[in-house]
Nanobody
Framework: QVQLVESGGGLVQPGGSLRLSCTAS????????MGWYRQNNETQRDLVAL???????NYADSVKGRFAISRDNSMNTVYLQMDSLKPEDTALYYC?????????WGRGTQVTVPS
């Protein structure tokens, strides 16, 4: 059974940085897509960044230039480096993976940036 486990969330002051990590375990197949979504009390689950096998990367406009996604394909691990954090980045961040056509989600890791 595939499981995604996130880590790295926390409380950080505006302008600070955090690095999220997520590893997909339980599959011998490489994830075609890995990435991050986020959700807070006021929004649905929105795309933050996606990394597609082959190197294609998509970012939400709100995080371009501040966040960077990377992958360790050998370990089905994805990272999200978040710099210049803002209060509006406060959300529960979910890891996402697409493996053999099946979508998988982590339980989420909380990122809080107080105003």
């Amino acid at each position: 059974q595939v499981q995604l486990v996130e880590s790295g969330g926390g409380l950080v002051q505006p302008g600070g940085s955090l690095r999220l990590s997520c590893t997909a375990s339980g599959s011998r197949w490489k994830a075609y897509v890995m990435g991050w979504y986020r959700q807070n009390n006021e929004t649905q689950r929105d795309l933050v960044a996606l990394h597609i096998s082959g190197g294609s990367i998509n970012y939400a406009d709100s995080v371009k230039g501040r966040f960077a996604i990377s992958r360790d394909n050998s370990m089905n691990t994805v990272y999200l480096q978040m710099d210049s954090l803002k209060p509006e980045d406060t959300a529960l961040y979910y890891c996402y993976a697409l493996i053999r056509g099946e979508p998988y989600w982590g339980r989420g890791t909380q990122v809080t940036v107080p105003s």
